[in-house]
């Protein structure tokens, strides 16, 4: 799926570029793009190094174990095939929780570290789950109480009332959300 | 709301520590142990990385998607959907940041507080970068096989855009 994507988006760009003899652009785009990936993982790595030690503290204390115990019977519904107060329950809600707070960078380690730990208990190493979809569906809809970066690019441009947007995008991401996780549990039936 | 951002961090990070402290557990050496994972992270992730900027870049500065929303325009009139938010509302599973850019041309266009702003805001803001969120995850832990996890995110970021289109008019 990835595969066809991504032949499509660059034999398309590409081919589109040089009619329109905007070669250039694209030279420069298909050079910089090694750059640009490593300004990202640059700007990911710290905090990374930062989040995973500071989870490795609270999974060694017993208190992610604690968090995990306390949140299966919520999370239990929206993901079935995961074992009662298995690790991954913890790390999941406090991926869910940094996001909802507006802590985006928090979210990515606490992410990653529950994809691993759903990998886990994968049969099939190299095949996602449904789990693992059940939780990236979770991230994908952006669920936020502050879209921070949203509203600092609105006082950037002198909005009169920049957090006007808050209460209208909570809504959206949270009826999206539901909407996701129904598409998400129709898929999965489907594509057994 | 603010304060409690601020406040989330330190308090989290404390209550960890002190925690593990109390467990008698050795922190530090325990942070380290933690800490060491995030090299291995970072190299597995880079090559997907790498590949989807690649193609995205190559994508999304070709100039394509303009051209396709023009052969569109007179489809869109007809359902009373402004043309305006569509480049950002087909953007945005895709880049971030140049969907970002594209607000930021909104804001400089027609106001940072015209309807349409406000409209393309709640977009950006309600979803997120579903391609870059599946290649990070899904690339970082080696998952080849993404089945239906696209096609899921994508149609949830469809609605997304629908369900914009059907609540900001109450607000605004």
Same mark, same amino acid.
């Given at each position: 799926?990835?595969?066809?994507?991504?032949?499509?988006?660059?034999?398309?760009?590409?081919?589109?570029?040089?009619?329109?003899?905007?070669?250039?652009?694209?030279?420069?785009?298909?050079?910089?793009?090694?750059?640009?990936?490593?300004?990202?993982?640059?700007?990911?790595?710290?905090?990374?190094?930062?989040?995973?030690?500071?989870?490795?503290?609270?999974?060694?204390?017993?208190?992610?174990?604690?968090?995990?115990?306390?949140?299966?019977?919520?999370?239990?519904?929206?993901?079935?095939?995961?074992?009662?107060?298995?690790?991954?329950?913890?790390?999941?809600?406090?991926?869910?929780?940094?996001?909802?707070?507006?802590?985006?960078?928090?979210?990515?380690?606490?992410?990653?570290?529950?994809?691993?730990?759903?990998?886990?208990?994968?049969?099939?190493?190299?095949?996602?789950?449904?789990?693992?979809?059940?939780?990236?569906?979770?991230?994908?809809?952006?669920?936020?109480?502050?879209?921070?970066?949203?509203?600092?690019?609105?006082?950037?441009?002198?909005?009169?009332?920049?957090?006007?947007?808050?209460?209208?995008?909570?809504?959206?991401?949270?009826?999206?959300?539901?909407?996701?996780?129904?598409?998400?549990?129709?898929?999965?039936?489907?594509?057994? | 709301?603010?304060?409690?951002?601020?406040?989330?961090?330190?308090?989290?990070?404390?209550?960890?520590?002190?925690?593990?402290?109390?467990?008698?557990?050795?922190?530090?050496?325990?942070?380290?142990?933690?800490?060491?994972?995030?090299?291995?992270?970072?190299?597995?992730?880079?090559?997907?990385?790498?590949?989807?900027?690649?193609?995205?870049?190559?994508?999304?500065?070709?100039?394509?998607?303009?051209?396709?929303?023009?052969?569109?325009?007179?489809?869109?009139?007809?359902?009373?959907?402004?043309?305006?938010?569509?480049?950002?509302?087909?953007?945005?599973?895709?880049?971030?940041?140049?969907?970002?850019?594209?607000?930021?041309? %909104?804001?400089?266009?027609?106001?940072? *507080?015209?309807?349409?702003? +406000? @409209?393309?805001? =709640? /977009?950006?803001?309600?979803?997120?970068?579903?391609?870059?969120?599946?290649?990070?995850?899904?690339?970082?832990?080696?998952?080849?096989?993404?089945?239906?996890? %696209?096609?899921?995110?994508?149609?949830? *970021?469809?609605?997304?855009? +629908? @369900?914009?289109? =059907? /609540?900001?008019?109450?607000?605004?």
């Amino acid at each position: 799926m990835i595969n066809k994507l991504w032949i499509f988006f660059i034999i398309s760009g590409s081919i589109f570029l040089i009619i329109n003899g905007k070669a250039d652009v694209l030279n420069s785009q298909i050079l910089s793009s090694g750059k640009t990936t490593l300004d990202l993982i640059m700007q990911i790595f710290p905090l990374l190094a930062l989040w995973l030690g500071i989870m490795n503290i609270a999974k060694e204390s017993g208190l992610l174990d604690k968090i995990s115990k306390f949140i299966s019977p919520l999370l239990s519904k929206i993901f079935p095939e995961i074992p009662k107060g298995h690790e991954s329950l913890g790390l999941i809600s406090s991926n869910i929780i940094a996001n909802l707070f507006g802590l985006g960078n928090a979210a990515t380690p606490f992410g990653l570290k529950a994809m691993e730990s759903l990998q886990k208990l994968n049969p099939k190493k190299n095949e996602a789950t449904r789990s693992m979809i059940t939780f990236l569906v979770i991230n994908t809809c952006g669920v936020t109480l502050v879209p921070t970066t949203i509203i600092s690019l609105r006082m950037m441009h002198d909005s009169t009332d920049p957090t006007s947007i808050v209460m209208p995008c909570v809504i959206v991401t949270f009826l999206s959300l539901i909407i996701g996780l129904i598409i998400d549990r129709i898929f999965s039936r489907r594509y057994k | 709301m603010k304060l409690l951002s601020n406040l989330f961090i330190p308090v989290l990070v404390l209550t960890i520590i002190i925690y593990g402290a109390k467990k008698k557990l050795n922190v530090y050496d325990s942070f380290l142990e933690g800490a060491k994972e995030g090299l291995p992270m970072v190299v597995n992730m880079f090559p997907p990385l790498l590949a989807m900027i690649l193609g995205i870049n190559i994508f999304t500065n070709s100039g394509l998607v303009n051209e396709m929303f023009q052969f569109l325009k007179p489809l869109f009139y007809m359902i009373n959907v402004p043309l305006e938010i569509l480049p950002i509302a087909v953007m945005r599973p895709l880049s971030g940041s140049f969907g970002l850019a594209l607000l930021n041309d %909104l804001y400089t266009l027609y106001g940072v *507080d015209n309807y349409l702003s +406000i @409209l393309a805001s =709640i /977009i950006q803001g309600s979803s997120d970068t579903t391609l870059y969120i599946i290649t990070l995850y899904f690339g970082t832990i080696g998952i080849q096989k993404i089945r239906y996890a %696209l096609w899921a995110g994508l149609l949830a *970021d469809l609605f997304t855009v +629908i @369900l914009s289109l =059907i /609540i900001v008019p109450l607000f605004f």
